[in-house]
């Protein structure tokens, strides 16, 4: 029997083919809120209907074998959006009012008097963290393979999430905010703190995710592509 070899997930980009979250990605109620990932993660039973039952993840659950994106991948590297824009954002938030010589801010400049430290803070790389997934040759990135490299990782940036969701430089995140993956892209991945949200607010999110699943699926369906499911 041959081997499928699937593209990764950059070089699907770099085409001009549309490259998607699946329609059981876009089922993920993903909190930043437990390490233990079947409390942090339910799944919605119908991914085109935002008010049907949750069920809890795991590793049986069958989205756990289902492609995390449409088409699926070999291999994706993920980012988390916040952090990809924290340089540039923490830099515009630093730089008016760093002073080497006002101790309040305590700043330090590079050679082109560009500001490298401020308010106790250095200033971040310019690339955000990034963790790459791999799946086994012949096989596609399932959700499970994905959510099992990816929640303990966004679990470890949590200080980090926070400080950039906050107004940089100013204060973090409370702790006690509720930080949620919003599943519309596998990567860069798009984390959101709860803080401020109303219930409609909550409802429209998750109305627009079903509404994507639902055209997804639409879509799969006039293609004639079957659902795929696969073990890592």
């Given at each position: ?16 083919l ?5 329609a ?14 079947s ?41 988390v ?33 560009s500001?490298?430290?401020?308010c106790?803070?250095?200033r ?85 995710l ?17 659902e ?5």
């Open positions: 029997m041959s081997t499928t070899y699937y593209p990764s997930y950059e070089t699907l980009k770099s085409t001009s549309q490259l998607l979250a699946s059981d990605f876009l089922r993920l109620h993903w909190k930043l809120t437990d390490d233990d990932i409390r942090a993660i339910t799944v919605l039973r119908d991914p085109t209907d935002e008010t049907s039952a949750q069920e809890r993840f795991s590793a049986d659950h069958p989205v756990s074998k289902a492609s995390v994106t449409y088409p699926p991948v070999s291999s994706i590297p993920v980012s959006e916040p952090l990809d824009e924290y340089a540039g954002k923490w830099w515009e938030a630093h730089d008016l009012h760093a002073d080497k010589d006002d101790p309040q801010f305590r700043s330090c400049f590079d050679a082109d008097g500001v490298v430290h401020s106790g803070q250095d971040p790389g310019d690339e955000g963290p990034k963790l790459e997934i791999v799946a086994p040759l012949g096989h596609f990135v399932n959700v499970g393979q994905y959510v099992g490299a990816a929640h303990p990782w966004l679990r470890s940036l949590d200080h980090q999430l926070r400080l950039v969701k906050g107004e940089i430089g100013s204060w973090t995140l409370d702790p006690h905010v509720l930080l949620i993956v919003r599943p519309s892209q596998p990567s860069p991945l798009r984390i959101d703190g709860h803080e401020g949200w109303t219930p409609s607010n909550v409802d429209d999110h998750w109305r627009t079903a509404k994507t699943a639902k055209n997804l699926l639409e879509r799969r369906a006039r293609e004639n592509v079957p795929q499911r696969q073990d890592a």
